[in-house]
């Protein structure tokens, strides 16, 4: 069904028909709902170029990835947030602007972006501690959302996240509770807004607790499971090695448990892991117990708000949209009593 078809199914005009559809404000609302009914009930959806050229949008967001960040391309917590997003993007006619660039060209596209009027807002992904991009993207008018948070920026723009510091706090003082004290933190990259607030949060947990954290136990880089696999076999080898740990995501946790395995390290047991979860779609921490002890939030809903918030923040710019979602944390099997006959 066509355009004209369906204004003739509802004996309307076709420009009232788009109009209802379009969210024009001279529609009335009871026309509105029912040519909404009734694109639902014949399954019409509107031709995204003939809706552009009738709103002057473009109908596309923008996602921009450097070359440095290209893990990220095949990494699951990308892609299930692009799925998340992709929901939300198709059932309001956007179609997606994905660009992989070099890591000198990112200030150009997103200047080209705005001046060629591509897409008509831009998620910006992995924030940093004192990220340029968003006084970039303010100067050139260009609407976005950022999935994460700086640091060292004032919380005055859109964004979606994840409490970080209160997940890490909460952890880190469920392993103290457990009777760990020497407890390690396997992290990410800190320039990134998010690994700064698990540190501080992790830093926290122990202080609430009387303890100072030990830098030697304090790890980060990129999380692969490459990393988790060299970080564990690490802290196994130390001469006072940590009983219990905090991994900041799943796909650094399965290495750990790979490297706990080759050295007879039993998980829940002789040492206690508890890992930040995105629960993925590719990777599931789950069945009657889960395999992992951890923080679980969702990062296909994450990319769904952020998608709602742009898409909201392009119809309506003003007030910054943001949202702050909360970690579960889920006990699993990683995770025991400190054992005194034991170490690792």
Do not use: W
């Not at 779609?281 to 918030?309: K, M, P, W, Y």
Request: with cysteine.
């Amino acid at each position: 069904m066509n355009l004209r078809d369906l204004a003739v199914e509802l004996g309307l005009s076709q420009t009232t028909v788009s109009r209802a559809l379009n969210g024009y404000p001279e529609v009335s609302e009871a026309t509105r709902q029912r040519v909404l009914d009734a694109a639902r009930q014949h399954n019409y959806r509107p031709n995204t170029r003939a809706k552009a050229l009738a709103t002057g949008r473009a109908m596309a967001i923008g996602h921009v990835i450097p070359l440095s960040t290209r893990t990220e391309m095949v990494n699951p917590v990308f892609a299930d947030f692009i799925a998340g997003a992709s929901e939300t993007y198709m059932r309001h006619g956007y179609d997606i602007v994905l660009s992989v660039i070099g890591d000198d060209q990112e200030d150009r596209v997103y200047l080209d972006m705005a001046s060629k009027r591509m897409v008509d807002g831009v998620i910006v992904q992995s924030p940093t501690v004192d990220d340029p991009r968003i006084a970039l993207l303010r100067k050139v008018g260009l609407p976005f959302v950022v999935h994460g948070r700086a640091t060292d920026l004032p919380d005055d723009y859109s964004y979606v996240d994840v409490n970080n510091k209160r997940a890490f706090q909460r952890a880190t003082e469920f392993l103290v509770d457990l009777g760990h004290r020497r407890i390690a933190l396997v992290n990410g990259r800190e320039r990134l807004g998010f690994a700064v607030r698990r540190r501080t949060g992790f830093e926290a947990g122990l202080a609430a607790r009387g303890l100072a954290p030990d830098p030697a136990l304090m790890l980060t880089d990129e999380m692969t499971e490459g990393y988790g696999y060299a970080a564990m076999r690490h802290l196994l080898t130390q001469e006072d090695p940590p009983t219990a740990c905090l991994s900041a995501s799943a796909i650094i946790a399965f290495g750990m448990r790979r490297a706990a395995d080759e050295a007879g390290v039993r998980l829940g047991r002789d040492f206690s892991l508890i890992t930040y979860d995105d629960d993925l779609s590719f990777f599931r921490n789950s069945g009657d117990e889960a395999i992992f002890t951890a923080l679980r939030s969702s990062v296909r809903t994450a990319g769904r708000f952020a998608a709602e918030q742009l898409i909201d923040l392009i119809g309506d710019p003003g007030t910054p949209r943001q949202r702050l979602m909360e970690a579960e944390l889920i006990v699993g099997r990683s995770t025991g009593p400190l054992r005194h006959d034991t170490r690792p």
